[in-house]
Structure formats: structure tokens, C-alpha cells
């Protein structure tokens, strides 16, 4: 279906073209091209809500895109009989245990890379940013040994521990773009008024920081939730899976059930969706301003 | 004056250390310990034991690696030639005011908050050749074997865009957004069309979004494993069996972690090659100051 969509979409492209300023005459082609790609997006979306709200025999018999009537809630119950319970606790302590130090250590360090000077900040500057370009995969196995000598294997900060690490490069980038937008003469004044930098760092730079870091705690809390490969690999007991982990699990026992394992799936989305909601302007608008120049 | 400077400089370097140390401890040594891992031969619980080139005569003399490294660079070129054009597409729409593009906009980020596994879920019970959307709606054409053989890949690849695109999106409106209206307004006394704009101020001006965009779409595209791994499994056969995968099933299936660290040093130096390659494309000078202000 998706080949199908996209086979189309090149067709229009080499004329598709978006009067994107909103002057003058509505666009036209722009618009059905907004609208085509609004489908493609909501479509599986909206095939997997309305299949979670079927039972087993809807499912198998009726038109998949029909609306439940009435809905059942049978696949819910269902997995909440499973351990979802166990498995967001699970997630949100890994992901507010990576994302706490991630921001603060990485506006510490931001604050460092801006405002000082030397080879020894220029070099740590040079390291993060090839950070940035190290596929973190490739970093299993030694991680596997490091966390299985540790004593950590699975724990949860056993998955804690490398987020951190990982989250470093990108929000110390993020971060350190705001940093450098603060008016140098507001750091004068206040080291004319007797601040030091550790007083400046927090009732100037953080103050004014702020949304940078909204934006990084969101965006490394998403990371930290969905992340799959180093739960997988550094844990083993069902008490120890976060929801994504939890989700490839039950989707392995109840492989015929499809309505209760696509309920798994917005059971695990929900805690986002609310998130989503809630600070999307922070995390669009950060994101954006941080990454996107 | 050099005092002063000094005795300043001193604290703010201290900042910076927690980070150094979290990173250097769980990144820096891991990717240097993947280097001296892949001379080793280990199953993941015993003793570590020197193996000399063993692990990389057997990895490179296996033509599964071949293949795995072949699926790898066709997910980077594939996913980046959908994903570039349609991200610009849509992320020069949204950077619109136009109120319904904005409702829009936050329906295109959805899939921004579905975690890859339950993305890989809910496409797989979607293309499910018995159950799934073709076949419910008795359309031939959408009842093929998607995940079959034949299918498997580029269905996965298309998945793959489908989850990255609005986060790619959201770069080049903000992108766009940047550019400034003068230069519209002017091509526009000029009697520009909407298509010439687009093509003489909108893509040159998204140069270095382009640039930060493909880094991390490249980059990023050695590291799709999450999703191909719920999906698939790297089949069936070995069809989807990308080198992140391979390197997995060697090293914590078949229990070869010497193997699976000569993997991990491919996935490492075509990570590095690509981002040092885009950087090169988008012009030398350019890069400290590109990097600086992505």
C-alpha cells in the first residue's frame, strides 16, 4: 500500500511546489498534497485504534477499517491482566533516571564550552560533536561486558547508565546553541555585580535556558521510553522489561490475538500521547530553533 | 589579565566533567572496546580468549556479511532519496500560517511518539497477507505478500520513512521558516512563480538544514534496528538482515561476540565515513561552523 502511495507521490513531485509564504492565491496542488500525505499518516494509525476496540471475531470476519459498533473493551482488559503495570514503572524510572542527569550534566557542560576557553574545552566540544555521528548499535557487545561486570546486568540502571551517556552529544548541542544566544552583556553586568560563574551558570544561564532544556528532557524522555536494543540486551526478566520490551513480548505470546496486541500498542503510547499534549509546543518549537538552522 | 583569565577558565572546565566522564566511560571506551573485542573469541559468559584474525577471516570469508553490508548501504540510499524529498516537500508546507497546515502539523508528528517496536507491530498485523488491510478489503492489489521474500525489504524500508519523515519534517520547517521573506517578496516583483521560488530561494537556502538532515538520516540509518528486529527478525531468510541485525544475531544468538565486534567496527567506520562525507559535500570550510550551529 505504502509502495503504491509513494509511487504517486513521485509522480506529482516534479511539479508539487508550496507557495509555503501563505501569500497569494490558495495552493492548490500544495493542498492535495497536504491532504494525501494527512492519509498516509492517520491511516495505519487509525487501522490499529479501531482493530484494538474489536474482539477476536470482528477482527477476523469484518471490514478492517470499519468503525466498532459498539466497541469492545475485551482487548484492553486483556492487557491489563498482562504486567503493562510492571512495565511503565519500569519505563518511567529509566527514562526520569536518564533524563534528569542528561539535562543537567549537559548544561553543565554546555555552560563549560561556551563561556570558557582552552584546548582541553575545545577538544571535549570536538568529541561530542563526533558523538554525534557514532551509530550507538555498534557498542553492544563491549557494553554487554562492561554492564555484566558491573554486577548490573539486568537492572534497570543497567539501561540507565549508557542512555546517559548516548544523550550527552546532541543536547549539549541543543543547549549550547541557547547558551550562545544570551546577550554577552547580561554576563558582564553580573560578574561586575560579584556573581561568579557558578552563581552566573544558575540565575542567569539556566533561567534563561530553560526552554532549551524542556526540550531536551523531552526529547531524550521519548529516547529513554521507546528505546528497544539495550533493554533487550542487558535484561532478561519479565520484571525488569520497559513498556517496548514488554510490548515485543506480548505481541510473542498472543501472536493470534491481534485486537489485544494493537491495544498493547496504545497502552504503551498513551504515557507519550499525554506528553505530547501537554508540552508539544516546548518540544517542536526546541527542537527546531536547536537543531534546524 | 592572563591570571584572570586563567583563574576562570580552571572552574569551567570542571563543568564539563561529569559529561566527559559518562561519555568517555560508556561511548568512548565501548567503540575502542569493540576494536579490541573483534581480535578476541568469547560466548558471552566465559573467558575472554585471544583469537588473533580468526574473527575477521571468518566474518569477511562469510557471504552473509557481504549481503548484510549490501542491505545496509541500499537502507541508507533508499530511505534518504524518500525521506529527503517529501520531508522538504512537507516541511516547506507546514512552514505555511496557513491555519488548517498547522492542524495538520500536529497530526504529522504523531508518529513521532510511536516507539519503534509498536510501530513494527502495527504494520506487521496491517500487512498480515491473511488478516490484514488488503486482504479485509478484498482488494488483490493490497493483499500481496507483503511480508514474504519478495516484499520484505522495501515494505520495511517504506516503514522506516513513514516513522522518520516528521521528524525530518519538522528540520526543514524550521528551515524555511528561517529564510527571510525579503528575498520572497522580492523574487516575487521579479514575477517569480510559486515553482521558481521553490527552486531558486527555498532548496539553495536549505543547504546546511539539508546538510544536518542527511547526516543524521545517514547516520541514522545504520542504527534501524529496533524496528526491522520486531518486524522481521531479519527475514524471512536473511532478506532483512541489515548489518546492526547481523552483528545482534552473531553476537547474542550465535553467541560469537568476537564475530560481532568485527561488525561493529564496519557499522562504526561507515558511520564516521558518512557524516565526515556529508560534512565534505557541504563544503569544507563550512563544517566546524555547520556543526557548531546545527
Redesign the interface.
Known amino acids: 500500500?505504502?509502495?503504491?502511495k509513494?509511487a504517486s507521490?513521485k509522480n506529482a513531485?516534479s511539479?508539487?511546489?508550496?507557495?509555503?509564504?501563505?501569500?497569494?492565491k490558495p495552493?492548490l496542488l500544495?493542498?492535495f498534497?497536504?491532504?494525501f500525505?494527512?492519509a498516509?499518516?492517520?491511516i495505519?494509525?487509525y487501522?490499529?485504534v479501531v482493530?484494538s476496540l474489536k474482539n477476536q471475531g470482528d477482527?477476523?470476519t469484518?471490514?478492517?477499517?470499519a468503525l466498532p459498533i459498539p466497541p469492545t473493551f475485551e482487548a484492553y482488559q486483556e492487557v491489563f491482566a498482562n504486567k503493562f503495570g510492571t512495565y511503565f514503572s519500569n519505563s518511567v524510572i529509566v527514562a526520569v533516571g536518564a533524563v534528569i542527569?542528561i539535562v543537567?550534566?549537559?548544561f553543565?557542560?554546555a555552560?563549560?564550552?561556551v563561556?570558557?576557553?582552552?584546548r582541553?574545552?575545545k577538544f571535549?566540544n570536538g568529541?561530542?560533536?563526533?558523538?554525534?555521528?557514532?551509530?550507538?548499535?555498534?557498542?553492544?557487545?563491549?557494553?554487554?561486558?562492561?554492564i555484566t561486570k558491573l554486577g548490573l546486568y539486568d537492572t534497570l540502571p543497567a539501561i540507565i547508565?549508557?542512555a546517559?551517556?548516548?544523550g550527552?552529544?546532541l543536547s549539549?548541542?541543543i543547549i549550547s546553541?541557547f547558551i550562545r544566544d544570551v546577550p554577552k552583556e547580561l554576563f558582564e553586568s553580573m560578574r561586575l555585580d560579584g556573581l561568579?560563574?557558578?552563581q552566573i551558570?544558575w540565575r542567569l544561564a539556566f533561567p534563561l535556558t530553560s526552554p532549551a532544556l524542556v526540550t531536551v528532557a523531552i526529547y531524550q524522555g521519548?529516547n529513554a521510553?521507546?528505546g528497544?536494543?539495550f533493554p533487550?540486551?542487558l535484561t532478561q526478566s519479565p520484571d525488569k522489561r520497559t513498556?517496548?520490551?514488554g510490548?515485543?513480548a506480548f505481541?510473542g505470546e498472543y501472536t493470534v490475538n491481534?485486537p489485544a496486541?494493537?491495544a498493547?500498542?496504545i497502552v504503551?503510547?498513551v504515557p507519550?500521547?499525554v506528553l505530547?499534549v501537554v508540552g508539544?509546543r516546548q518540544l517542536?518549537s526546541g527542537?527546531?530553533?536547536g537543531?534546524?538552522? | 589579565m592572563a591570571s584572570a583569565?586563567r583563574s576562570?577558565?580552571t572552574?569551567?572546565?570542571?563543568?564539563?566533567l561529569?559529561?566527559?566522564l559518562?561519555?568517555v566511560?560508556?561511548?568512548?571506551?565501548?567503540?575502542f572496546?569493540?576494536v579490541v573485542?573483534s581480535f578476541t573469541k568469547?560466548d558471552?559468559i566465559g573467558a575472554?580468549l585471544p583469537n588473533g584474525l580468526g574473527s575477521w577471516r571468518q566474518v569477511l570469508a562469510d557471504p552473509q556479511t557481504w549481503r548484510s553490508l549490501w542491505l545496509t548501504i541500499m537502507t541508507m540510499a533508499v530511505t534518504w532519496a524518500?525521506q529527503t524529498?517529501?520531508s522538504i516537500?512537507?516541511g516547506?508546507?507546514?512552514?505555511?500560517?496557513?491555519r488548517?497546515?498547522a492542524l495538520?502539523g500536529?497530526?504529522?508528528?504523531?508518529?513521532?511518539?510511536?516507539?519503534?517496536?509498536?510501530i513494527a507491530?502495527?504494520?506487521k498485523?496491517?500487512f498480515?497477507p491473511n488478516?490484514?488491510?488488503?486482504a479485509?478489503?478484498h482488494i488483490p492489489?493490497?493483499s500481496q505478500d507483503w511480508l514474504g521474500v519478495q516484499l520484505a525489504f522495501?515494505?520495511v524500508l517504506?516503514?522506516i520513512?513513514?516513522q522518520f519523515i516528521?521528524f525530518h519534517t519538522?528540520?526543514?520547517?524550521?528551515?524555511?521558516?528561517?529564510i527571510p521573506?525579503q528575498l520572497?517578496e522580492a523574487a516575487?516583483i521579479d514575477g517569480a512563480n510559486?515553482?521558481q521560488?521553490?527552486f531558486r530561494i527555498?532548496l539553495p537556502q536549505l543547504k546546511?538544514?539539508i546538510i544536518?538532515?542527511s547526516?543524521?538520516m545517514l547516520?541514522g540509518s545504520?542504527?534501524y534496528?529496533?524496528l526491522i528486529?520486531?518486524m522481521t527478525g531479519g527475514g524471512p531468510g536473511n532478506a532483512t538482515r541489515i548489518l546492526?541485525l547481523d552483528?545482534?544475531i552473531r553476537?547474542?544468538k550465535a553467541n560469537q561476540?568476537g564475530a560481532?565486534?568485527v561488525i561493529?567496527?564496519f557499522?562504526?567506520v561507515?558511520?564516521?565515513g558518512?557524516?565526515?562525507g556529508v560534512q565534505r559535500l557541504g563544503g569544507r570550510d563550512k563544517t566546524a561552523s555547520q556543526?557548531?550551529?546545527?
Not at chain 1, 568529541?127 to 554487554?144: C, E, H, R, S
Not at chain 2, 556543526?291 to 546545527?294: D, H, I
Open positions: 500500500m505504502t509502495d503504491v509513494q507521490t513531485k511539479v508539487r511546489d508550496t507557495g509555503s509564504r501563505g501569500v497569494g495552493n500544495a493542498g498534497f497536504g491532504w500525505w494527512l498516509v499518516v492517520i495505519p494509525i487501522y490499529v482493530t477482527y477476523f469484518g471490514n478492517p477499517l542527569p543537567l550534566f549537559a553543565m557542560a555552560y563549560g564550552i563561556r570558557g576557553k582552552g582541553f574545552l571535549c568529541l561530542f560533536l563526533m558523538g554525534l555521528a557514532i551509530p550507538i548499535q555498534a557498542t553492544i557487545v563491549p557494553i554487554y561486558l562492561m547508565l549508557p546517559i551517556a548516548f550527552q552529544p549539549i548541542l546553541n561568579n560563574d557558578w551558570m521519548l521510553w521507546n528497544f536494543l533487550l540486551i513498556m517496548p520490551l510490548l515485543w505481541q491481534i496486541v494493537l498493547a500498542v504503551s503510547t507519550i500521547l505530547y508539544r517542536l527542537l527546531t530553533a537543531v534546524g538552522k | 583569565t576562570r577558565d572552574p569551567l572546565a570542571v563543568l564539563v561529569p559529561s566527559l559518562m561519555f566511560t560508556f561511548a568512548v571506551v565501548p567503540l572496546g569493540v573485542l568469547w558471552g575472554i524518500v524529498p517529501l516537500l512537507l516547506t508546507f507546514l512552514a505555511g500560517h496557513q488548517y497546515r495538520l500536529v497530526l504529522y508528528f504523531l508518529p513521532l511518539l510511536l516507539s519503534s517496536a509498536a507491530i502495527a504494520f498485523s496491517l498480515d488478516f490484514g488491510l488488503g479485509g478489503l492489489l493490497l522495501p515494505v517504506s516503514v520513512s513513514w516528521p519538522l528540520l526543514y520547517q524550521g528551515g524555511v521558516r528561517q521573506v520572497y516575487q510559486r515553482f521560488q521553490f527555498t546546511y538544514t544536518t538532515s547526516t543524521l547516520v545504520l542504527t534496528f529496533d528486529f520486531v546492526a552483528m545482534y553476537g547474542f561476540m560481532a565486534s561493529a567496527v557499522l562504526v561507515l558511520g564516521l558518512m557524516a565526515l556543526l557548531e550551529g546545527m
